[in-house]
């Protein structure tokens, strides 16, 4: 039996919601979602690939940045609105002039995302779980 064969036997099938979560993304890139969710799902997507300030970069070169982070307070737990509000400030004084401090805040602020990245995942999964296959 060859390699092919051997993974063909090997399939998984995803379950119901695991097929949901998936179409959920696949909506997401034809810009399919519905507000609040496809916001959270970039802010979630931008962060994960270079931190807060890749999200507002890329944001702000593609969209409207206030109208996204309002969709975003309205969807993230108090916490997480919190830091995406400071890291916010933060970005915006580095804009204005290198500072190593807004910088540190900047990190803080990526790690308290990733520390608190599961609540985002069940908003996200939630939603999922209303997605017609």
């Given at each position: 039996m060859g390699l092919f064969d051997f993974f063909k036997k090997k399939r998984v099938?995803?379950?119901?919601?695991?097929?949901?979560?998936?179409k959920m993304w696949d909506l997401w890139t034809k810009?399919?979602?519905?507000?609040?969710?496809e916001e959270l799902m970039?802010?979630?997507s931008e962060?994960?690939?270079?931190?807060?300030?890749?999200?507002?970069d890329n944001v702000s070169n593609t969209s409207d940045l206030q109208r996204e982070m309002s969709a975003l307070k309205t969807v993230l737990p108090p916490q997480l609105r919190e830091t995406l509000e400071k890291a916010y400030e933060a970005y915006l004084f580095l804009e204005e002039k290198d500072d190593e401090n807004a910088e540190k805040i900047l990190e803080q602020c990526d790690k308290t995302f990733y520390e608190n990245e599961e609540e985002i995942n069940r908003i996200l999964e939630s939603y999922a779980a209303k997605i017609e296959l």
């Amino acid at each position: 039996m060859g390699l092919f064969d051997f993974f063909k036997k090997k399939r998984v099938r995803l379950t119901e919601e695991g097929l949901k979560w998936n179409k959920m993304w696949d909506l997401w890139t034809k810009e399919q979602v519905d507000s609040p969710y496809e916001e959270l799902m970039t802010y979630q997507s931008e962060v994960n690939n270079g931190g807060h300030a890749q999200y507002f970069d890329n944001v702000s070169n593609t969209s409207d940045l206030q109208r996204e982070m309002s969709a975003l307070k309205t969807v993230l737990p108090p916490q997480l609105r919190e830091t995406l509000e400071k890291a916010y400030e933060a970005y915006l004084f580095l804009e204005e002039k290198d500072d190593e401090n807004a910088e540190k805040i900047l990190e803080q602020c990526d790690k308290t995302f990733y520390e608190n990245e599961e609540e985002i995942n069940r908003i996200l999964e939630s939603y999922a779980a209303k997605i017609e296959l």
